[in-house]
Nanobody
Framework: QVLLTQAGGGTVQVGDSLRLSCTAS????????MGWFRQTAVKEREFVAS????????YVAGIVRGRFSISRDNAKSTVYLQMNSLNPADTAVYYC???????????????WGQGIQVTVSS
């Protein structure tokens, strides 16, 4: 069992940056790859980024590549999503998740954070 708690969301302006964090308070964090997804009321949960257990392998979705990056600190049991040059299309509820590898499919992930709202206003 892994309990994931997210932080760092909020409302920002176009072009601003935001960093989301996701901290595991139960379970062995370093056993898992971690992913970030986002969802809106009109779109299915969408893959954003994923990172392997030791950070050696990372994959960022093309739609945000060059603006978003993923990192982790196993000593702090925390994964981060750095989001730069935000635009209104990035508005969504963002979720972190723990899974078996660098995978883009939500159903492969076993544990999920509570979700956090990111709103980009123009």
């Amino acid at each position: 069992q892994v309990l994931l708690t997210q932080a760092g969301g909020g409302t920002v302006q176009v072009g601003d940056s935001l960093r989301l964090s996701c901290t595991a308070s139960e379970g062995i964090f370093s056993n898992y790859a971690m992913g970030w997804f986002r969802q809106t009321a009109v779109k299915e949960r969408e893959f954003v980024a994923s990172i392997s257990w030791n950070g050696g392998d990372r994959y960022v979705a093309g739609i945000v590549r060059g603006r978003f990056s993923i990192s982790r600190d196993n000593a702090k049991s925390t994964v981060y999503l750095q989001m730069n040059s935000l635009n209104p299309a990035d508005t969504a509820v963002y979720y972190c998740a723990a899974g078996p590898g660098v995978i883009t499919t939500p159903r492969e992930y076993s544990y999920w954070g509570q979700g956090i709202q990111v709103t980009v206003s123009s």
